[in-house]
C-alpha cells in the first residue's frame, strides 16, 4: 500500500532533518536578507533547525497546530535565542521562510510527490505546512516584541 504524501513528508523531516538543516544554513548564510546570521555559531543555527524539522510531524499530525508550534518554539527557546543574539525580526522572519523552501525543495529533489494521485495530497500537504511555518512566523513575532517591550526597545 502506497502511503500518503503527508506520512512520506514528515518521514523526510525526520529522517532527513541534519541534511535539510544543513541545507538550510547554506542559503541562510549566504544570502542578503539574512546577513546577521553569518555571526551566528553554526552548531546554533542548525541546533533550532533541526529541531523545527524533527518536531513538524508531531505539529502536522496535533488537533491543535497552533498550540503545538507555540510549545515546539518555547521548548526550543528559538526567539529568546534569536532576540538575545540581536538578530533583526526580519532577518529571523526571512529564516523561517527559507526553512520552510528547504521542506519544498528537499522533498523534490526527494521526488515524495511524483505520481497523479499525489497532486491533491500535494495541495493539502502545501497548505498544512504554510500554516505551520505561518504560525511559527506569528507566534515568533509577538514573543519577540514581548521580549523587546520587556528591555524597552524594538531591534
Known amino acids: ?9 514528515i518521514d523526510m523531516c525526520i529522517r532527513h532533518a541534519d541534511e535539510i538543516a544543513e541545507s538550510w544554513y547554506k542559503n541562510l548564510v549566504n544570502n542578503a536578507r539574512t546577513h546577521t546570521y553569518k555571526s551566528i555559531p553554526r552548531e546554533t543555527c542548525l541546533r533550532h533547525a533541526v529541531s523545527i524539522y524533527k518536531n513538524l510531524g ?33 532577518e529571523i522572519v526571512y529564516a523561517i521562510i527559507l526553512m520552510r523552501r528547504e521542506v519544498w525543495f528537499q522533498s523534490e529533489q526527494r521526488s515524495l510527490f511524483n505520481a497523479p494521485e499525489d ?8 497548505n498544512r505546512v504554510l500554516l505551520l511555518f505561518d504560525y511559527t512566523s506569528y507566534i515568533m513575532v509577538g514573543k519577540y516584541r514581548q521580549l523587546s517591550d520587556q528591555v524597552g526597545k524594538m531591534k
Open 1 to 9: 500500500m502506497r502511503r500518503t504524501l503527508a506520512d512520506r513528508l
Open 58 to 90: 508531531k505539529i502536522y499530525l496535533a488537533e491543535n497546530p497552533y498550540q503545538a508550534v507555540q510549545e515546539s518554539l518555547d521548548i526550543s527557546g528559538f526567539t529568546e535565542d534569536q532576540f538575545a543574539r540581536g538578530i533583526p525580526l526580519e
Open 119 to 126: 497532486l491533491y495530497e500535494l495541495v493539502v500537504s502545501i
